[in-house]
């Protein structure tokens, strides 16, 4: 049984940083795509950054700049850099990877989601 493991959340003042992980175990043949979502309280879930098996990166347009993600293959796990936080960047935030358990079949798999709250 595959699961993501979260942790990093919290409550950080305006300007501020965290980083965010996230691990995957299990039974895992392989990760392809790893990633960050984000959901504020009365709005859609929204992608913030992703990272391939190979290391390309794309983030949205509200983050570019401050957030970075990264990866660790080794570890099955993935990161988040968030420098410069903003008040509007509160929210839950939600691990993805899509990940092969076996060499025939894979799907998405998602954290239990973690809080980080930007305020003075």
């Known amino acids: 049984q595959v699961q993501l493991g979260e942790s990093g959340g919290g409550l950080v003042q305006p300007g501020g940083s965290l980083r965010l992980s996230c691990t995957a175990s299990?039974?895992?043949?392989?990760?392809?795509?790893m990633g960050w979502y984000r959901q504020a309280p009365g709005k859609q879930r929204e992608l913030v950054a992703t990272?391939?098996?190979?290391?390309?990166?794309d983030y949205a347009d509200s983050v570019k700049g401050r957030f970075t993600i990264s990866r660790d293959n080794a570890k099955n796990t993935v990161y988040l850099q968030m420098n410069s936080l903003k008040p509007e960047d509160t929210a839950a935030y939600y691990c993805h990877a899509y990940i092969m358990p076996t060499i025939f079949w894979g799907r998405d798999y998602w954290g239990q989601g973690t809080q980080v709250t930007v305020s003075s």
């Open positions: 299990g039974n895992i043949f392989r990760i392809n795509a």
């Open positions: 990272i391939t098996s190979g290391g390309i990166t």
